[in-house]
């Protein structure tokens, strides 16, 4: 199962049609139509009973619903416990300037381009601190 998909599912479920759930999304309409499409298929079920202008959910649509709250819910709880893990790392780092000094800064400068948001704070020692 493609976790866009039923993020798209719930969005249309949410906003009662397509056209108004591709709005919010901005996405085009028939693209969002292909999306819960193959979100039905991937399940092997239809999940709305489709009318000429209407759709509504079936009883598999309500089920996979009230799954997919929890599951997306949970989903985005561990998203942001991730990100504040990552978000609060400090690398303290002690060095003696005379030993690479600059080869250590410029290192730790890299780093930091590749890691913004990990905070680095540098400290000069003495060899037995």
């Known amino acids: 199962m493609n976790i866009q998909h039923l993020r798209y599912f719930l969005a249309v479920v949410e906003k009662g049609s397509i056209t108004s759930a591709a709005d919010e999304l901005r996405i085009s309409q028939p ?9 039905e298929n991937d399940l092997g079920s239809p999940l ?10 079936n009883h598999r649509g309500r089920e996979v ?3 997919g709250l929890k599951l997306v819910k ?14 609060s790392e400090v690398i303290r ?8 000094g600059e080869i250590l800064q410029r290192a730790i400068a890299r780093f930091s381009q590749c890691h913004p948001q990990v905070r680095v704070e540098m400290r000069d020692s003495t060899g037995t601190e």
């Open 65 to 67: 619903r009230d799954e």
């Open 93 to 100: 780092i002690g060095y003696a300037p005379s030993l690479g």
């Open 74 to 87: 949970q989903i985005d709880l561990s998203i942001l416990k991730i990100r504040r893990a990552v978000e």
């Open 48 to 57: 709305f009973e489709r009318g000429a202008r209407s759709i509504q959910l």
């Open 31 to 39: 693209s969002l139509s292909r999306q819960i499409r193959a979100f």
